[in-house]
């Protein structure tokens, strides 16, 4: 017992060193080519080009990504997403591309990710199936933690010495590591990797067998359903965030810390109890409420101090209309706002990832988080075009609105037993 506990820490231990390291040197390798694109000619042309290249890509080669990753066993397909990582960085570094050239390595990158990225989530289950909750928080809290080191420390510090070049190096050296510590995994878990029935040699079998999961299973649907939706506030919020700042709390960029620091707060925490109190048996709990808090937070976001302020005015008691004409309502309304959205926005991530992980089948995880992962790149893509258009033309505040009542009518269509759709009804689940 004491053996296998060890055997155990140890897998971990590679398994998030292997995050970590992955992490950084993917933050860093794209935050390069956003720059070499954004200092080339047409700069405004180049990352809309990078960024439309990598979303496409990642849509198109998910399923196929989790495919491979399947076939393989999540360690193996873990390992072979690394080194091809590391294979089209090495690339990147020795050819220095031109804007064009930048274009299709982003778009090549992101094919190959979705080996490493469906392989990543699928190990959970294989790792620690006991507690995937306490897992899927340490590794988003992973992924904020190497988004900063790569953005606020590495990149900088790299480009002042040698500028893009020494960026992409960088990035190679942190990747080969990973790398290495992904390879020793997999040496690790030869044996006990489970990979896809080879057996079965009808034509998309998988495939039919991963539709045929989420057809049956209410958790995967669930989850699906709030994975998409966190997406999409995410990047609408983040769209919309610099018009409400100076439009509607009238705060310059200092002032925006505000409401930034909440936020950061609120997931910090909606992290840290979703890593101690997150059960496989609530994990479809959380995800309803967590939908139910998406909704009122982004509707208090938008209208909530409207209400405050009529209260204020309205109530003829003289200190309050004083103290409300000399309080910014809408700013000290948003913080304790911005901190619902954080802690809501961080249950939903790990909720929907717990949720997926217990009940796909081992032989299907990646594929599994697979098409999670493209369906919610696929959702989002059409509302956030219009997103910044909204913003422009109606204001922050409607833009809101309109993303808290799309919440309202996805909890509505999803749980409400009176307006739920047929896809999402309870019928029999298959087991993991």
């Known amino acids: 017992m004491e053996a296998r506990t060890g ?128 897992v899927h928080s340490l590794l988003v809290a992973m992924q904020y933690g190497g988004q900063a080191a790569a953005f606020l420390v590495i990149v900088p510090s790299l480009y002042y010495l040698g500028g893009v070049q020494a960026a992409i190096a960088g990035s190679l050296i942190i990747t080969l590591g990973a790398m290495l510590l992904t390879n020793l995994l997999a040496h690790r878990l030869r044996g006990t ?53 100076k439009h509607d709390l009238s705060l310059g960029t200092e002032g925006a810390i505000l409401v930034i620091a909440p ?12 890593a101690t109190a997150l059960s496989l048996d609530g994990a479809a709990r959380a995800m309803r409420l967590s939908i139910a808090g998406m909704t009122v937070a982004v509707f208090a976001l938008a209208s909530l101090d409207y209400g405050v302020s009529a209260a204020f005015l309205y109530s003829q008691v003289p200190p309050l209309v004083h103290f409300e004409a000399a309080l910014n309502t809408t700013a000290v309304v948003a913080m304790p706002v911005a901190f619902l959205i954080g802690a809501t926005l961080s249950v ?18 990646s594929r599994a988080f697979a098409v999670q992962s493209t369906a919610s790149d696929a959702l989002v893509v059409l509302p956030l075009l219009f997103a910044g258009v909204v913003a422009e033309l109606l204001g922050a505040r409607m833009t809101l609105l309109a993303l808290g009542s799309v919440c309202g009518i996805t909890w509505l269509l999803v749980w409400h037993p009176r307006f739920q759709v047929g896809i999402f009804a309870r019928h029999a689940e298959v087991s993991a």
């Open 7 to 134: 055997s155990l820490m140890r897998n971990l231990a590679l398994y998030y060193g292997a995050r970590v390291t992955g992490q950084i040197g993917h933050n860093v390798f794209i935050a390069a080519l956003f720059v070499a694109a954004g200092t080339g000619g047409h700069s405004a042309m180049g990352l809309s080009s990078l960024m439309l290249a990598m979303t496409v890509s990642a849509i198109a080669f998910g399923l196929p990504g989790g495919a491979i990753a399947d076939r393989l066993g999540a360690g193996r397909g873990f390992a072979m997403g690394s080194g091809l990582r590391a294979a089209v960085v090495a690339f990147a570094l020795i050819s220095q591309p031109s804007t064009a050239a930048l274009i299709a390595i982003a778009f090549v990158y992101a094919a190959v990710s979705q080996v490493h990225n469906s392989s990543e989530m699928a190990l959970v289950k294989s790792l620690c199936h006991r507690s995937p909750g306490r």
């Open 348 to 365: 939903a991530m790990v909720s929907s990832r717990a949720a997926l992980t217990a009940a796909a089948p081992v032989a299907i995880q």
């Open 263 to 274: 936020g950061i707060a609120g997931a910090a925490i909606g992290l840290a109890w979703a």
């Open 193 to 245: 990797d489970v990979a896809f029935d080879r057996g079965d040699q009808r034509r998309f079998s998988g495939i039919r067998q991963t539709f045929s999961f989420f057809a049956r299973t209410a958790p995967a649907r669930d989850a699906l359903a709030v994975n998409a939706m966190k997406s999409l506030v995410t990047q609408v919020i983040l769209v919309a965030f610099p018009l409400y700042v």
